[in-house]
């Protein structure tokens, strides 16, 4: 029974760290919106612990919020996109070029986080539908085990 229980455990636990992601995530698409102009659309390429190739997107901006200069790199809130295909980080990149002008998102409350994707990234809500169906999984193991 200590099994299921533990693993009960995680499987919450995920659920709670993607619901809370998801929160903060989705508060994003109510922040301000302002222009901001791109400075560098690049990607960067690394190894990951298997060995496969990682193509990480790189986009640097430009933004006046409240009469204040800042520069920007959030992509999504608090997570970035990794591709394994090459030809897909490019697509992604492709609508940023350097020195378009697109809208963002800036926190009011603190004006140097800002995102160029709102909302939540499907990441974390994949994650919660991982610990919700691990956690009945766990539920029906437990009673029926009782």
């Known amino acids: 029974m200590t099994g299921p229980l533990f693993f009960l455990a995680i499987f919450l636990a995920i659920t709670a760290f993607s619901a ?3 929160r903060k995530g989705k508060a994003t698409e109510k922040w301000p919106q302002v222009d901001a102009t791109i400075t560098e659309s690049a990607f960067t390429v690394s190894m990951d612990s298997e060995r496969f190739t990682n193509y990480t997107p790189k986009i640097t901006y430009t933004y006046h919020f409240r009469g204040r200069a800042n520069t920007g790199k959030g992509i999504y809130f608090k997570s970035k996109p990794v591709f394994k295909i090459e030809t897909e980080v490019k697509a992604f990149l492709g609508p940023y070029p350097v020195g378009k002008t697109v809208p963002i998102r800036v926190n009011p409350v603190a004006p140097q ?5 709102a909302g939540p990234h499907a990441l974390f809500t994949a994650l919660m539908a991982v610990g919700a169906i691990g956690s009945l ?3 029906v193991i437990l009673v029926t085990k009782t």
């Open 137 to 139: 999984i766990m539920l």
């Open 113 to 117: 986080e800002c995102v160029l994707i």
């Open 20 to 22: 809370y992601w998801i």
